[in-house]
Each structure stands twice: as structure tokens, then as C-alpha cells.
């Protein structure tokens, strides 16, 4: 089962911009749609962006503008460059993976990486 491992969080203050990086323990060359999630306290996970492997790329309305999601097959790495942070975008980012945009995610989720958005 392909494994994921989350970096580039931290604390930082509204407006500013973090790069979130998610390195899958295998090739992720063929998997379709690459995802990044989110999951703030008392809340349910959240699907932020996803990219397919074609470089098509979804976000949710509140993110449109300021994220921005890619991938680079060769380093088995997926990216998400998060720009003009607000406090609603505090929460621990999660990436995996689905075969098809209809199916689950298929990955074993990671530790994730926490975001802080904090004047």
C-alpha cells in the first residue's frame, strides 16, 4: 500500500505562503488523481486540491486563487504552493491517492503536516 509522507508546515501569518510537499513511498507515475486533504479540529477531512496525471487541476471554491497543486512524477512527489493564508486554512494537510476521481483514496494516510495561521 503506497505511503505518504507530509512536510512544509508551519506557523505563519495571514497572508503569508507556505509549500506543502507529500513523497509517496512508490511511483506515482501512473496513479490518476493525486490529492491534497485538510482536517481542522472538530471538523470532518476535507479534499482541498487534486491533480490528475494528465496536470488537470480541482479546488475547492475557498482555496481557488491562492492554492495551487502539481506534481512531479520523477521525484514521486506532489506539491501545494498555498498563497494569501487565512486563519480558515489552519488544519493538518494529508495528501493520497485515487485510481479514478470515483473512487476512495487508496493510500494509507500519513502523519500529515499542521499548518498554523496566526498573527
Known amino acids: 500500500q503506497v505511503q505518504f509522507v507530509e512536510s512544509g508546515g508551519g506557523l505563519v501569518q495571514p497572508g503569508g505562503s507556505l509549500r506543502l510537499s507529500c513523497a509517496a513511498s512508490?511511483?506515482?507515475?501512473?496513479?490518476?488523481?493525486m490529492d491534497w486533504y485538510r482536517q481542522a479540529p472538530g471538523k470532518q477531512r476535507e479534499l482541498v486540491a487534486t491533480?490528475?496525471?494528465?496536470?488537470?487541476?480541482n479546488y475547492r471554491d475557498s482555496v481557488k486563487g491562492r492554492f495551487f497543486i502539481s506534481r512531479d512524477n520523477a521525484k514521486n512527489t506532489v506539491y501545494l504552493q498555498m498563497n494569501s493564508l487565512k486563519p480558515e486554512d489552519m488544519a493538518v494537510y494529508y495528501c493520497?491517492?485515487?485510481?479514478?476521481?470515483?473512487?476512495?483514496?487508496?493510500?494509507?494516510w500519513g502523519q500529515g503536516t499542521q499548518v498554523t495561521v496566526s498573527s
Open positions: 491533480i490528475t496525471t494528465g496536470g488537470s487541476a
Open positions: 493520497n491517492a485515487r485510481r479514478t476521481p470515483s473512487w476512495p483514496p487508496f493510500g494509507s
Open positions: 512508490e511511483s506515482i507515475f501512473s496513479i490518476y488523481v
